[in-house]
Structures are given as structure tokens and as C-alpha cells.
């Protein structure tokens, strides 16, 4: 089977640095996708990890081991907007697989004090 | 484009009763997801299809079937409806598969 681990709840302050951590148990894992989503939202798209090493989009980072089953996504310079819940998933399969589709985490909710 | 569109956005079902959630992208996408989110958790995935004519069920298929007749479409039908199916379900579609398009939801109440 599969599994995943995220904190449940994370806290910072505006302007701050956070890191959510991902571990992951899985068969047939090919890349690790993050996804944010707002209270009452669809969930949409933050970042994509197939190699180890960190890849990096604005104020969002993100970060795999796959030799660690490992990965976080940083937040940097928090704003507000930023508090919604963040969810790992792994993908199972490569581009253009049959059998391509994602595994989520429970989630961590963001909590983004002024 | 209108990416995903969902309906309806919100539904009360009363046990037993059968319904049909739609789903429809316009990104001309072959790969198509429906998941159901349950209060604080992830998204588990119903069933998936990767093209017109091709589906396969997720982690959690009893209860649901869904057909693929077009590319744009991918409706998810529940028959019986269960006070277990109350929850909210988002259509997704892909390219490629790693990054997925979510629709809006539909948020369905069974009593």
C-alpha cells in the first residue's frame, strides 16, 4: 500500500519561513506534486520533484530525497494569503503511463498570523 | 478556457436516491480523476480514465461508476446513495499526469 506523513498543523508569522515535510511509503513512486488549497477551494497545482534536489518557483520551494523517501515544500516571506492547507502526493507512474495517478497526504493547514 | 467545470456545485440526495455529478474540461486532456474529500482529510481517488473509452477504478470505487464516451467528459454516477458518500467531490484533468487541473467541486449531502 501506500502512505504518506505531514504534519497536521503548522503555525508561523507573516514575513517568516516555514517547511512542511512530506516522508513517504509507497510502490511504483516516480515524483512527489504539492498542492494548496484554500478553505472551500478546488486544489491547485505549487510544484513537481522527479530528481532529488530542490526546485524553485517565487516563494515557493520545493524539495526531494528519494533515497530518504523525503520531501518539504518552503515557504518564504508568509503573507497572509498564504494560510490554506498544503497536501503532498506522490505520482505512481510516468508521463504518459496508463497508469498515471497521484496518492494525497492527509495535509497540513497553514496558519499565517499578521 | 474554462479549464474543469463541475455540476452541480452543491446537492442534497436522500438515501437511496441515484444521481450523476458531471465533469467537463476543455483543455482537450486524455487523462480524467475524480477523488472525494472528506472534513480535514486528502483526496482519495474514485476512479481515473486516460482516454475516451479507457477507465479504471482508484482507491475507493464501491458505490460509483463512471463512463468516458468523449475526451471533454467524465460524469461520476452514484446509485444508491449512502450517508457514507456525504462529502466533496473534484473532478481533475492532465496532460501528463503530474500536474492535475481541479474543478471547483460538488459538495453532496445524503440523509
Known amino acids: 500500500g501506500q502512505s504518506l506523513e505531514q504534519p497536521s498543523e503548522v503555525t508561523a508569522v507573516e514575513g517568516a519561513i516555514v517547511q512542511i515535510n512530506c516522508t513517504y511509503q509507497?510502490?511504483?513512486?516516480?515524483?512527489l506534486s504539492w498542492y494548496q488549497q484554500h478553505d472551500g477551494g478546488a486544489p491547485t497545482f505549487l510544484s513537481y520533484n522527479a530528481l532529488d534536489g530542490l526546485e524553485e518557483t517565487g516563494r515557493f520551494s520545493s524539495f526531494l530525497s528519494r533515497s530518504d523517501s523525503y520531501g518539504y515544500l518552503l515557504l518564504q516571506e508568509l503573507q497572509m494569503k498564504d494560510s490554506a492547507s498544503y497536501f503532498c502526493?506522490?505520482?505512481?507512474?510516468?508521463?504518459?503511463?496508463?497508469?498515471?495517478?497521484?496518492?494525497f497526504g492527509r495535509g497540513t493547514q497553514l496558519t499565517v498570523w499578521p | 478556457n474554462a479549464g474543469v467545470t463541475q455540476t452541480p456545485k452543491f446537492r442534497i440526495l436522500k438515501i437511496g436516491q441515484s444521481m450523476t455529478l458531471q465533469c467537463t474540461q476543455d483543455?482537450?486532456?486524455?487523462?480524467m480523476y475524480w477523488y472525494r474529500q472528506d472534513p480535514g482529510m486528502g483526496l482519495k481517488l474514485i476512479y481515473y480514465s486516460v482516454g475516451a473509452g479507457i477507465t479504471d477504478k482508484g482507491e475507493v470505487p464501491n458505490g460509483y461508476n463512471v463512463s468516458r464516451s468523449t475526451t471533454e467528459d467524465f460524469p461520476l454516477r452514484l446509485e444508491l446513495a449512502a450517508p457514507s458518500q456525504t462529502s466533496v467531490y473534484f473532478c481533475?484533468?492532465?496532460?501528463?499526469?503530474?500536474?492535475?487541473?481541479f474543478g471547483p467541486g460538488t459538495r453532496l449531502l445524503v440523509l
Open positions: 502526493a506522490v505520482y505512481l507512474a510516468p508521463r504518459g503511463s496508463t497508469l498515471g495517478r497521484l496518492y
Open positions: 483543455m482537450n486532456h486524455n487523462y
Open positions: 481533475a484533468s492532465t496532460s501528463g499526469g503530474e500536474t492535475q487541473y
Open positions: 509507497t510502490s511504483g513512486f516516480y515524483g
